[in-house]
């Protein structure tokens, strides 16, 4: 019984150690994870206009390619012409909202 209760107090011991240790270098690798992650984000400000344009002209462009299919299926009778707007509707309405949700994030 005694053996037992100095094992699992050396057991304790080296957990609680161990967590001190931790809690020591934590901070250190954090400071630099905030500077990592300060950099990115003011890398990602510095050509998200770019990309940003990109994507309007992307969402611009599978818009008149959705209108043009529309108008196909619809002038053609197809019974899906009107899962044929949502789903062009959904993808540009994504492409226009998330840059600017990204913009608002970074900012």
């Known amino acids: 019984m005694m053996k ?11 957990v609680l150690t161990l967590a001190l240790a931790i809690m020591v270098i934590t901070p250190a690798f954090a400071q630099g994870g905030a500077t990592a992650i300060s950099n990115a984000a003011s890398d990602i400000t510095d050509y998200w ?3 940003k344009l990109i994507l309007k002209a ?3 462009l599978v818009g008149f390619i959705g209108g043009l299919r529309v108008y196909n299926k619809w002038t053609n009778g197809d019974q899906d012409v009107n899962k044929e707007i949502l789903g062009y ?4 309405i994504f492409l226009i909202v998330v840059p600017e949700f990204v913009t608002a994030f970074f900012a």
């Open 58 to 60: 992307v969402g611009g």
């Open 49 to 51: 206009d770019p990309v």
């Open 4 to 14: 037992n209760f100095f094992t699992k107090n050396v057991t304790t011991k080296k």
């Open 89 to 92: 509707g959904g993808a540009m």
